[in-house]
């Protein structure tokens, strides 16, 4: 199996403009995790997706975040319009639904507003 | 509300001898505990878990970690440590039974020296 996919791996931006970032879990997991990690606040949850329905998205920052899985392969998260303290690494982890199951994590996207 | 205390922002150790990164955790009910390790510009790769069962567990390379209840501790440790165990280490915990998320510690860099 290939992993978790994440597309752009890095991504360069000016405040205002519009970040799509995207995910292609393992295929079969039932669970989609999109953290953010920061040198201010480590490895935060953003949101989760169960067969493709949002659990979770407590972790949002605000509205300017959204985040889709339309279908069981794919995902995006979108950031409109993007601010500087937006730039982060974010990473997508998909798990299968067994207990205990554990989180695997993609390469990460790198992105940074300026 | 459910949270992990890393209490070492980086741990030295010379090569060939013994590593321990400390981890203790909080959460109402039963834990659910992992490690992962991040070498740099990567993401997240999975080393072992703690589900159940016996309470000493053995993981990828050369890897386990001891889950102690009554300290709420789940440290990590290795007999011999590896120039190439260097990285940042994230330990990471979430309840048995409802929201799947994980919520990570702060991580702690192990430098090995040769």
């Known amino acids: 199996d290939a992993g978790v996919i994440q597309s752009p791996r890095h991504e360069v931006t000016e405040m205002g403009q519009e970040v799509t970032l995207r995910c292609k879990p393992i295929?079969?997991?039932?669970?989609l995790f999109w953290y953010r990690q920061t040198m201010m606040r480590g490895l935060e949850l953003l949101i989760y997706f169960n067969n493709n329905v949002p659990i979770d998205d407590s972790g949002m920052p605000e509205d300017r975040f959204s985040a889709k899985m339309p279908n069981a392969s794919f995902s995006t998260l979108k950031i409109q319009p993007s601010e500087p303290r937006d730039s982060a690494v974010y990473f997508c982890?998909?798990?299968?639904?067994?207990?205990?199951?554990?989180?695997?994590f993609g390469p990460g996207t790198r992105l940074l507003v300026l | 509300a459910q949270s992990v205390a890393q209490p070492e922002d980086q741990v030295n150790v010379a090569e060939g001898n013994p590593l321990t990164v400390k981890c203790t955790y909080s959460?109402?009910?039963?834990?659910?505990l992992f490690w992962y390790v991040q070498y740099p510009n990567r993401g997240l790769q999975f080393l072992l878990k703690y589900i159940t069962g016996d309470n000493l567990v053995k993981g990828s390379y050369g890897f386990e970690a001891e889950f102690n209840k009554s300290q709420t501790s789940f440290h990590l440790k290795k007999p011999s440590a590896l120039v190439s165990d260097s990285a940042l280490y994230f330990c990471?915990?979430?309840?048995?039974?409802?929201?799947?998320?994980?919520?990570f510690g702060s991580g702690t860099r192990l430098q090995v020296q040769p």
């Open positions: 982890a998909s798990s299968p639904g067994v207990v205990g199951e554990t989180q695997y």
């Open positions: 959460v109402s009910g039963n834990p659910y």
């Open positions: 295929s079969g997991h039932d669970y």
């Open positions: 990471a915990v979430r309840r048995d039974t409802g929201r799947r998320a994980l919520t």
